[in-house]
């Protein structure tokens, strides 16, 4: 929301900003990089004399497939825009635009501008670029979808690795196991071609089904 300082005379407003921060892997999420992010953040928002959450966050969450606006933070921030929680006027500060949005270009534009009518401003950290609904600079709109199609390749292009990864791996199924994943009594051989039988483990299984036989368990 909008806070009001001051008296009658001499009010000022202080905007309210929030920081987003999406981080798609778990290893991302680890080292100094999160805390390196919030201190940026903190540092613009306190330059600008802004009142700053830090709370919007979508950690180990993909923005490739939408993921971060069908059931993430993202999502949810723009939805309590639209209900008139966050007050127009408000700022959403950002490290870098695929941040936002990995989806097809126009996916993310859509994304993009309807922050924007919604009355929010978006703020990019990495090249200091402040968008508005009202002063739209076409230069720095054009290099910002530029990115968004740089962020989708990119995501395309890994995307397409990890698929040919995995076909690879199901052709060669009969050979090789294609994930170590089993019950918790297996193990995946050296030369991943079977699942091991780990005896102790299977032992505390039987004997759970000889008692499940038995008629013992939970009433």
């Known amino acids: 929301m909008l806070y009001i300082r001051g008296s009658l005379e001499h009010m000022t407003v202080t905007i309210k900003a929030y920081s987003y921060i999406r981080m798609s892997s778990e290893t991302q999420t680890k080292g100094d990089s999160l805390q390196r992010q919030l201190e940026k953040t903190k540092r613009y928002a306190d330059e600008k004399g802004w009142i700053l959450d ?50 097809r270009p126009i996916d993310a534009f859509n994304i993009f501008t309807s922050i924007l009518k919604l009355g929010v401003d978006i703020v990019v950290l990495d090249d200091g670029k402040h968008f508005t609904e009202d002063n739209m600079d076409m230069g720095n709109l054009f290099i910002s979808i530029g990115g968004m199609v740089r962020a989708y390749a990119e995501s395309e292009r890994k995307s397409q690795l990890i698929s040919s990864a995995w076909a690879r791996k199901r052709a060669n199924g009969t050979e090789k196991k294609l994930t170590r994943r089993c019950p918790a009594w297996l193990v995946l051989s050296k030369d991943r071609t079977h699942f091991e039988i780990i005896e102790d483990r299977v032992a505390t299984i039987r004997t759970i089904f000889d008692l499940c036989l038995q008629g013992h368990g939970y009433v």
């Open 54 to 103: 830090d709370s919007l966050r979508d950690m180990g969450v993909s923005a490739f497939k939408g993921k971060n606006i069908e059931d993430g933070a993202l999502g949810k921030f723009i939805n309590l825009c639209r209900a008139g929680e966050i007050e127009t006027g408000s700022v959403l500060i950002i490290k870098n635009l695929d941040r936002m949005s990995r989806q």
